[in-house]
């Protein structure tokens, strides 16, 4: 099993509720990915991948991801979703 948390980052460092999701993720067991989208957010990515818990992070960065609009990031958690239990 699989889970997928979708960052919630400001390009240098993740919020206090991807944290959250993180932990809550721990406790339904299973490896936890955590996706950081977005544009020029290399360093939340590293970020990312200090938290406990946390087995792999997809960095994803392109222009179109820069403001992080739900319409751009759901259409990148469709086609990586596959391999996933919980999101």
Known sequence: MAILVVAEH??????KATLNAVAAAQ???GEIHVLV?????GEAAK??????????VLHADAAHLGE????????LIVGIHK????L
């Open 83 to 86: 391999p996933y239990t919980h």
């Open 10 to 15: 400001d390009n240098k460092a993740v919020k």
């Open 68 to 75: 992080q609009l739900a319409e751009n990031v759901s259409s």
């Open 27 to 29: 406790k339904l067991g």
């Open 37 to 41: 989208a977005g544009q020029g957010a």
């Open 47 to 56: 970020a990312a991948s200090q938290v406990a818990g946390v087995k792999k």
